[in-house]
């Protein structure tokens, strides 16, 4: 597959000229999993920007615009504060930046469990504001009607169970869940009840291996994992963590590189450039012309 973006940087380097190609579907990533068989797995990475998309796009099934943008674009100490108006701009610029993926946008904290009415109107405003293809919310049982009343008005919904962040001032932290039968069996009965309402996929967070296999082989569509199993049938990661954005991550982040280094080696450069007056070069500046 080829996916070079052509800037056109004459009007704006944001603007890309992608390749003619048909967008994946949430039917096409649902039916990935076929009588309990991933044969391959699905891979999600969360985007927030135009050009991250961009860059992610051809490598990822699913981008996800996460809630995650609280903490990791905005400093938020957790996802609460995030509000309806930051993920619809993050998820229009994801949906700019891309042209494979299915874009799923998180419903943030406060605008969705009150009522199923309350989440059709606030699912219908982010897929109309943003044109991503799906929306995910967390919980379980207590969201199945919800589900499959956005589900039987034309919004797909991705579910999230086990550690749920926005949950984080009852579950008490961000451990590992699943680690005793009562929690283990609440997980995996969230899960089923997410399943039979029609979830076309669900992310299990921080579970105990052994619960991650065992929701995966209950449910019928495919589960993502996240700090859960690799017998999950797929896998997402926050992509400023992978990349090593961060010094300290969660102990389920593998770090691909040292992003955050190589930012501070470049920048030190360019900072002595200035002081020492070496940049501008001669090539990065303009002369009149003869
Ligand atoms: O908000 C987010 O980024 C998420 C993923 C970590 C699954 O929900």
């Known amino acids: 597959m080829s996916t070079t973006f052509q800037l056109d940087t004459s009007t704006s380097r944001a603007n890309p000229t992608p390749q003619p190609m048909r967008r994946l579907t949430v039917p096409k990533i649902r039916a990935r999993k076929q009588d309990g068989v991933t044969a391959e797995p699905l891979v999600m990475l969360t ?92 919980g379980g049982e207590a969201m199945a009607e919800t589900v499959a009343f956005l589900n039987q008005r034309g919004i797909p919904v991705m579910g999230h169970v086990g550690l749920t962040p926005q949950a984080v001032n009852v579950l008490g932290g961000y451990g590992a869940r699943g680690r005793t039968d009562s929690e283990a069996g609440k997980i995996l009965s969230d899960a089923k009840a997410l399943d039979n309402a029609g979830a076309f996929a669900i992310v299990v967070e921080g579970v105990v291996e052994p619960i991650a296999i065992d929701v995966t082989k209950s449910v019928a569509c495919p589960t993502i994992g996240i700090g859960a199993s690799a017998l999950c049938d797929g896998q997402v990661l926050v992509t400023e963590d992978m990349l090593g954005m961060f010094e300290r991550v969660p102990r389920f982040v593998k770090r691909y590189e040292d992003i955050a280094g190589i930012i501070q080696k470049t920048v030190t450069r360019y900072a002595e450039e200035v002081r020492n007056r070496s940049f501008p070069g001669e090539e990065q500046t303009y002369q009149p012309k003869d």
């Open 47 to 138: 985007a927030y920007t135009a050009r991250q998309a961009q860059l992610l796009d051809e490598h990822c099934d699913l981008l996800l615009v996460g809630d995650s943008l609280g903490q990791v674009i905005y400093g938020l100490p957790s996802t609460i504060p995030v509000t309806m108006e930051m993920m619809a701009n993050h998820g229009a610029a994801v949906v700019r930046g891309s042209y494979h993926a299915v874009v799923v946008i998180d419903m943030p904290f406060g605008y969705y469990e009150a009522s199923p009415q309350q989440a059709f109107e606030s699912a219908a405003l982010l897929l109309k504001q943003t044109g991503a293809a799906a929306v995910k919310l967390e």
